[in-house]
């Protein structure tokens, strides 16, 4: 299935979804910054992905809160927006750490420049 199909299929079903509570509705609205970034509008990715962040943080939904900011990072690198993108992979790097989560700390290594991770002292 090509991209676009399967984003239009997503669509299809997020259209369809009837979110109860805060955790359901910042996971619907992180596949519609999906939706977005495939798309090619960062913009409106970001602007999702931001109440996805705070709703995660209120959550403590380290793993939602992880993704989210990932996303927003590479969104916001995709814009040109490089000091809020860094800032957000330091937030998201320390989170992955404390989840040992090495799957996310390689994604946001791929997003630094020159592919480095931050050295965390302790």
């Known amino acids: 299935m090509r991209r676009l ?12 979804a009837k979110p109860v509570g805060e955790g359901p509705s910042a996971k619907i609205d992180f596949a519609r910054a999906a939706i977005a970034e495939a798309r090619g ?22 793993w939602l809160g992880t993704f989210a900011r990932i996303g927003a990072a590479r969104n916001s ?11 957000l992979l330091d937030d998201a790097e320390g989170a ?10 390689d994604q946001i290594n791929d ?3 020159g592919g480095e991770v931050a050295v965390s002292s302790g």
């Open 96 to 105: 992955a750490r404390t989840m040992k989560a090495q799957l996310l700390l």
């Open 41 to 62: 509008d960062h913009e409106r990715a970001v602007t999702i992905l931001t109440p996805v962040i705070d709703a995660a943080d209120r959550m403590s939904d380290r």
């Open 5 to 16: 199909e399967m984003v239009e299929q997503l669509e299809l079903l997020i259209a369809r």
């Open 77 to 87: 690198l995709a814009l040109g927006e490089d000091e809020s993108a860094m800032g």
């Open 111 to 113: 997003l630094r420049p």
